[in-house]
């Protein structure tokens, strides 16, 4: 008996149909953006976590900076692949109650639910951008390998306006009536 692999998208679909795959949505600038760097990140923390394990293993003893920056990798992976799943709608969300009903109801809990996000991100970017001066103007130091902090944290209102931009592309599509 074989099973049927295939995700579920027929959740996708209805939300935005002039998307003819919700794998590749119609957006001004391409997913491929997010993706590539959402990979390149990930195998950088995959090689830097492998060959801190090696050591540790070969020599009793570990890197101590590999933990700072897999943090931070940790952190940019998240931002750069949750833009990607905004614009795919992949986000967590309770298809009955979102999708269900009719399409009145649904586009208004669409643009309701991309309106909150879009103000917690420009919250977030304008906070973090706050964090990120701070940490520019104190010349704090990262504890490890002693680089300055605002090296790190100048990636997270970067990425939060990327994630604001790309939900106002979303909401810009849905009030053009998309639906």
Same mark, same amino acid.
């Given at each position: 008996?074989?099973?049927?692999?295939?995700?579920?998208?027929?959740?996708?679909?209805?939300? %935005?149909?002039?998307?003819?795959?919700?794998?590749?949505?119609?957006?001004?600038?391409?997913?491929?953006?997010?993706?590539?760097?959402?990979?390149?990140?990930?195998?950088?923390?995959?090689?830097?976590?492998?060959?801190?394990?090696?050591?540790?293993?070969?020599?009793?003893?570990?890197?101590?900076?590999?933990?700072?920056?897999?943090?931070?990798?940790?952190?940019?992976?998240?931002?750069?692949?949750?833009?990607?799943?905004?614009?795919?709608?992949?986000?967590?969300?309770?298809?009955?109650?979102?999708? &269900?009903?009719?399409?009145?109801?649904?586009?208004?809990?669409?643009?309701?639910?991309?309106?909150? !996000?879009?103000?917690?991100?420009?919250?977030?970017? !304008?906070?973090?951008?706050?964090?990120?001066?701070?940490?520019?103007?104190? &010349?704090?130091?990262?504890?490890?390998?002693?680089?300055?902090?605002?090296?790190?944290?100048?990636?997270?209102?970067? %990425?939060?306006?990327?994630?604001?931009?790309?939900?106002? &592309?979303?909401?810009?599509?849905?009030?053009?009536?998309?639906?």
């Amino acid at each position: 008996m074989a099973q049927n692999t295939n995700l579920n998208r027929s959740a996708v679909a209805p939300l %935005l149909p002039d998307d003819p795959d919700p794998d590749k949505p119609n957006v001004t600038v391409p997913l491929q953006l997010e993706d590539c760097l959402s990979v390149a990140v990930m195998a950088v923390l995959a090689l830097i976590t492998f060959t801190n394990v090696v050591v540790r293993y070969m020599t009793d003893s570990s890197f101590a900076w590999t933990e700072e920056i897999s943090v931070f990798l940790l952190i940019v992976l998240t931002m750069t692949a949750s833009s990607s799943a905004f614009v795919r709608h992949l986000h967590i969300r309770i298809e009955l109650v979102a999708d &269900g009903g009719p399409s009145s109801r649904t586009r208004k809990m669409a643009l309701t639910a991309n309106t909150v !996000v879009l103000m917690f991100f420009i919250l977030l970017t !304008v906070l973090s951008a706050r964090m990120a001066y701070d940490d520019y103007t104190w &010349g704090d130091t990262s504890p490890a390998i002693g680089v300055p902090s605002w090296w790190y944290s100048i990636w997270m209102p970067l %990425l939060s306006t990327a994630i604001s931009l790309r939900v106002i &592309g979303i909401l810009r599509r849905l009030l053009r009536g998309v639906r």
